[in-house]
């Protein structure tokens, strides 16, 4: 299925079809097959892509420069202290000398706002690395993780548990609503998801045959659930809150026992990473593991570096759509 994405903006997957998704995790997943056979058909050969860092990133920062320089383009990192970003110059102007020496701008940081000012002057594609809000390019590589584990994506069950109002829990449940899935949102009643984007998401699985389901019951909420997803209990910029996140969200820990409530043989475990699983953690040794103990982590259930890996190729992907030839 050809489609033109050329100059598009990737935000938020709000502004994406089911259609426009699916010919995404396709190309990423013909990219990947290109990667292991040794080709590198180099879509953005002579391009030059900026990519903004205001909050530092592992999976996100290495998945742009590798994708980047497989295509035949040129990153450049620019972190919170080598630009003036909302210091000296102001979003818009930073858009508008950037767009001038770049083709493409990559947004990792913390207001939406920001890569939406972004997006509206910069005049070349922007994509989202993360924001408050949102968190796109990893939900693409959630997706296609689960496409490979299953098979499909239509009608699979998928429960986040965790704190259901950041950007995570944002983002999964557009992207799955989008493809039609079965999600739920489990997590304490003072976490549930913002009410406005619940109603746009319901709206948006009524039109695919997808549903929704928000609930602080671990047992209904992970019941039948192909898969099992969850992220650290304090975002980026949050660590004063993890003491009371600890004491709010350990019954909502990932582990053996919450599997076997799936009442599925084969249930697939999902994290976004970096993954608070074992004493090694740096928030403190006596912790020790968090939103998921360390033997599912480590389990036959968990593909969390397959999903890693799937960041370089669904990135790869959203760039070649919206930068590369027609």
């Known amino acids: 299925m050809a489609m033109n994405l050329i100059g598009r903006n990737f935000l938020t997957l709000k502004d994406f079809t089911p259609e426009e998704i699916r010919y995404l995790l396709n190309l990423s997943a013909d990219l990947k097959r290109l990667k292991y056979a040794g080709i590198k058909p180099r879509n953005l050969e002579g391009k030059s892509i900026a990519l903004i860092f205001e909050k530092p990133s592992t999976r996100t920062r290495c998945a742009f420069v590798v994708a980047a320089i497989d295509e035949g383009a040129h990153p450049e990192y620019l972190g919170k202290d080598d630009i003036q970003l909302g210091k000296k110059e102001t979003v818009k102007d930073t858009a508008r000398v950037l767009g001038r020496m770049f083709d493409g701008i990559q947004f990792r940081g913390f207001k939406h706002e920001t890569a939406e000012g972004l997006a509206k002057y910069a005049g070349v594609p922007v994509w989202n690395g993360l924001t408050d809000l949102y968190h796109p ?190």
């Open 137 to 326: 390019t990893q939900i693409l590589a959630d997706l296609l993780t689960i496409e490979e584990y299953f098979g499909t994506l239509k009608g699979i069950s998928f429960a986040y548990v965790g704190d259901g109002r950041n950007n995570m829990a944002n983002s999964l449940m557009i992207g799955c609503a989008k493809m039609g899935m079965d999600c739920r949102i489990v997590s304490p009643k003072s976490l549930f998801p913002d009410k406005g984007l619940v109603k746009e998401v319901e709206a948006i699985a009524k039109e695919t045959g997808g549903k929704l389901t928000i609930t602080d019951e671990v047992a209904k909420g992970v019941k039948g659930a192909d898969v099992l997803y969850t992220d650290v209990w304090a975002s980026m910029g949050e660590e004063d809150q993890m003491a009371a996140r600890i004491k709010l969200l350990t019954p909502y820990q990932v582990n053996m026992k919450m599997l076997k409530m799936t009442g599925k043989e084969k249930p697939l475990f999902l994290h976004c990473l970096p993954a608070f699983h074992n004493n090694e953690t740096v928030v403190s040794k006596e912790v020790g593991a968090m939103e998921v103990s360390d033997e599912v982590f480590e389990s036959k259930f968990s593909k969390v570096f397959d999903q890693a890996e799937n960041r370089l190729h669904t990135i790869k992907a959203v760039m070649v759509a919206t930068l590369g030839p027609k």
